[in-house]
C-alpha cells in the first residue's frame, strides 16, 4: 500500500530556496511515477512536476521550468523537489502524488494516491 508524506516546507524569503521530500512508507515508490502539485489559497490544485519510475524522464510546468528540480533515489523511496529563487507567487501546499499513468497525465484527477501536502511560505 502507497502511504505518502512529504516534508520539508517552511517559510522562506524570496530568492530562497527549500528542498521537499515525500516518502512512500509503503515501500513501492520505484514503481510509480510521481508528481507534485500545489495549490495556492484561492486557486485549484495545479501540476507542476512529473518525474517517471526510472528517473529518466522527467517534465516541468511553465512557472516552474529553469528554478524547480525534480528528482528521486528509489532506494530510499523518496521524491525530491529541489525549489531555486522561490518568488511569493510559490506560495502554497505542495502535495506528491504517485500513479502508473503515462507521465503526459498533468490532471490531479484520477491520482491514485496522494499526500497530505507540506506548506511553503515565501515571504519577507
Known amino acids: 500500500q502507497v502511504q505518502l508524506v512529504e516534508s520539508g516546507g517552511g517559510l522562506v524569503q524570496p530568492g530562497g530556496s527549500l528542498t521537499l521530500s515525500c516518502v512512500d512508507t509503503g515501500g513501492t515508490l520505484g514503481s510509480y511515477t510521481m508528481r507534485w502539485f500545489r495549490q495556492a489559497p484561492g486557486n485549484q490544485r495545479e501540476w507542476i512536476a512529473t518525474?517517471?519510475?526510472?528517473?529518466?524522464?522527467?517534465k516541468y510546468a511553465d512557472s516552474v521550468k529553469g528554478r524547480f528540480a525534480i528528482s528521486k533515489d528509489n532506494a530510499k523511496n523518496t521524491v525530491y523537489l529541489q525549489m531555486n529563487s522561490l518568488k511569493v507567487e510559490d506560495t502554497a501546499v505542495y502535495y506528491c502524488a504517485a500513479d502508473k499513468r503515462a507521465t503526459s497525465v498533468v490532471d490531479e484527477a484520477g491520482m491514485a494516491y496522494w499526500g497530505k501536502g507540506t506548506l511553503v511560505t515565501v515571504s519577507s
Open positions: 518525474i517517471n519510475w526510472s528517473g529518466g524522464i522527467k
